[in-house]
């Protein structure tokens, strides 16, 4: 909605406008020129200039006898960008009509993600902030019943979390309950691991500064070389990620934390065709790489130990297993 559209709306709230004494325009005046002048002070004067509009209806309305006045008016300013854009959702929402009739009776019809043999809500209950944590609680829909693998991993800095999952029973028969703890604001990733399904999402926790300090690492683990002129192909295989700061000069890091902003090795399985993708707090890594193709599974793969990663940048590499 622009300046006009809000003032024309605000004009019939306030119903037929009488005309207005001497008095009352000389407020409207001096109370409309104060409002710009706060404007000027102010990035977002739209906000300012809609207060403005308000105050000249309402001030115009008391204690007059007919009549109008008119507001100058400007064009609002630019929108902001979204919050946090980099920590989105990032799971899409599954056709109602591809998900099991018994997953959607579970979630009450409302819009879920997964498939296979695990599935969740789309919209997950609000962190509940308890003291120093905050607790995260997510149900969960297994085919057949079981009890997932759930783990959280901060995007944009140091963090553990802590969690578990119990069976739950209700009118729909067995789910899983889990409650994640999570010691900091930030940007996590939570997963889910059951037989061969895989749930990945984003949550944005508190209100981090911007911008999030999120990189991405995309490649291959490839075989390179052989007889001239050589060749290269991709491997199915892992990938290790490892930030290369000491645990002990990352604030919020035990010894021997399990966790890639901590310093451990972060492990990533590639496609078929070798390729992978993960997201990392900014800083400086080594990667380097396995396969069960190459040598047999007996010899490994580079990919390079000072790779730096910058925010809201993808830094590519390649995870080398040279054949001579």
């Known amino acids: 909605m622009n300046i006009e559209e809000l003032r024309d709306q605000l004009e019939q709230l306030a119903g ?7 008095a009352a325009r000389a407020a409207v005046g001096t109370r409309v020129r104060h409002a710009r002048r706060r404007r000027n002070l102010l990035a977002g004067g ?54 099991p009739a018994v997953v959607s009776a579970w979630n009450d019809g409302r819009a879920v993600i997964g498939g296979g043999a695990l599935w969740t809500a789309r919209r997950q209950n609000r962190p509940i902030h308890d003291g120093s944590i905050y607790r995260l609680k997510i149900g969960w829909y297994a085919i057949p019943f079981g009890l997932p693998t759930i783990t959280a991993r901060r995007l944009d800095g140091p963090g553990r979390a802590t969690g578990d999952a119990n069976q739950a029973i209700n009118e729909h028969g ?17 997963t889910a691991r059951y037989r061969h399904s ?6 944005l926790i508190g209100d981090p500064p911007e911008p999030l300090a999120i990189g991405t690492i995309t490649g291959v683990l490839e075989e390179v070389g052989g007889p001239a002129p050589g060749a ?16 002990a000069e990352v604030p919020g890091c035990p010894p021997a934390a399990l966790d890639v902003a901590c310093a451990a090795s972060l492990q990533v ?12 707090p900014a800083g400086e890594y080594t990667v380097n790489g396995y396969s069960p193709q190459y040598l047999d599974g007996n010899g490994g793969c580079g990919g390079g130990s000072h790779l730096r990663v910058e925010t809201a940048q993808t830094t590519p590499v390649e995870v080398v297993c040279p054949i001579r």
């Open 269 to 280: 399985v590639t496609d078929a065709s070798g390729h992978f993708r993960v997201d990392v």
């Open 198 to 203: 895989t749930i990945t999402f984003r949550e």
């Open 16 to 22: 037929p406008v009488p005309r207005a004494t001497s």
């Open 232 to 247: 290269a192909h991709g491997l199915a295989g892992t990938v290790n990620v490892t930030n290369n700061a000491p645990s």
């Open 46 to 99: 739209t906000s300012v200039l809609a207060a403005a509009l308000v105050v000249a209806i309402v001030a115009v309305g008391i204690g007059s006898t007919g009549g109008s006045v008119k507001v100058r008016t400007t064009s609002p300013s630019a929108t902001t960008a979204p919050t946090n854009p980099q920590c989105r959702f990032g799971a899409k929402v599954v056709p109602p009509n591809q998900v």
């Open 174 to 190: 067995k789910w899983v309950a889990s409650a994640i703890e999570l010691p900091s604001v930030g940007c996590w990733a939570i």
